[in-house]
């Protein structure tokens, strides 16, 4: 399995925005679909955006649509989360994943630590 270490998260205003990468090690990244989940308390884990070896296919859950954007660097193992006009109910811990083939949440995904992102007044 990949390694995955995420960083960038932190505490933004409601509008602002916030950078989250992932920095993938110790398996064949390029080949992996990506994705990030986030998981608020009290709350599952959620699907937040994946995106496939080739950076052409790119998909979002609606809640994000036109706010988030995911996007994957092969050359430096890295995927990236940009968020844009974040929203309170954006708060979460943040997860990077990788996974073969997109088997989500079954034993061919691997799990980041997480990154806290707080959206606060």
């Known amino acids: 399995q990949v390694q995955l270490v995420e960083s960038g998260g932190g505490l933004v205003q409601p509008g602002g925005s916030l950078k989250l990468s992932c920095a993938a090690s110790?398996?064949?990244?390029?080949?992996?679909?990506m994705g990030w989940f986030r998981q608020a308390p009290g709350k599952e884990r959620e699907f937040v955006g994946s995106?496939?070896?080739?950076?052409?296919?790119?998909d979002y859950v609606d809640s994000v649509k036109g706010r988030f954007t995911i996007s994957r660097d092969n050359a430096k193992n890295t995927v990236s989360l940009q968020m844009n006009s974040l929203k309170i109910e954006d708060t979460a811990v943040y997860y990077c994943?990788?996974?073969?083939?997109?088997?989500?949440?079954?034993?061919?995904?691997?799990w980041g630590q997480g990154t806290q992102v707080t959206v606060s007044s």
């Open positions: 995106i496939d070896w080739s950076g052409d296919n790119v």
């Open positions: 110790g398996h064949t990244f390029s080949t992996d679909f």
């Open positions: 994943a990788a996974d073969p083939i997109e088997g989500w949440g079954t034993s061919s995904t691997s």
